[in-house]
């Protein structure tokens, strides 16, 4: 991981951030990416919700890189102290490794759940980060309601924001889009 990595968060977008700079090296995102191929695969599935859904997706064990779970808790909870503010944010699931081809998108929906009830902790915050080359693929553009201008995300690069938050992919054109995603939760909000 790299901790050069820079967040920004311009006053639009209060409960999104940015990184400017890559959290994880070409050579790590590489890694994530063989390491799905070897993983079992599922369709991507739209939970606590009805909006539809076109992906594979792979479940990365705690156990097969727990060195970039710590790095990843190490920065979430960095970035929740400094621009977020959000009481017990733990990793309490594991990363989804996401891949979209050509024609593959994920309709406008949030990362929380309506029935909270089903849920043993609530989603707080949601990571996407970019594991292939923005070059390899067109279309499948994370947008975030009511975040203009969303900037195209390059490899390694992530975004974060409140899980609460309406968002899409955008259907791929071209290529493979492949993201690791995450959700940090915790106790209820209060």
Known sequence: MD????????KWKRWVVETTGPIFTPKLCQEI????????????????N????????AWLPFNKMQPMYD???????????????????????????????????YEWHTDTSVDMSSE????????TLLLN???????????????????????GHATIFAS???HTVTPVTRGVRRSLV?????????
């Open 3 to 10: 901790n050069k990595a820079i967040i920004t968060e311009p």
């Open 133 to 155: 080359d923005p070059s390899e693929f067109e279309g499948g553009e994370l947008q975030i309601d009511g975040v203009k201008n969303t900037k195209l995300m390059k490899q």
């Open 182 to 190: 995450m959700w940090f939760g915790g106790e209820p909000f209060k």
């Open 164 to 166: 609460f938050l309406q």
């Open 71 to 105: 790095d990843i808790d190490n920065f979430i909870q960095k970035t929740n102290r400094n621009h977020f503010g959000f009481g017990d944010i733990q990793i309490r699931e594991p990363a989804q490794i996401t891949e979209y081809i050509k024609g593959g998108f």
């Open 33 to 48: 990416i063989g390491l799905s191929k070897t993983l079992p695969q599922a369709k991507g599935k739209a939970s606590g």
């Open 50 to 57: 009805d909006a539809a859904r076109e992906s594979t997706v």
């Open 120 to 127: 043993p902790a609530v989603r707080k915050l949601s990571m």
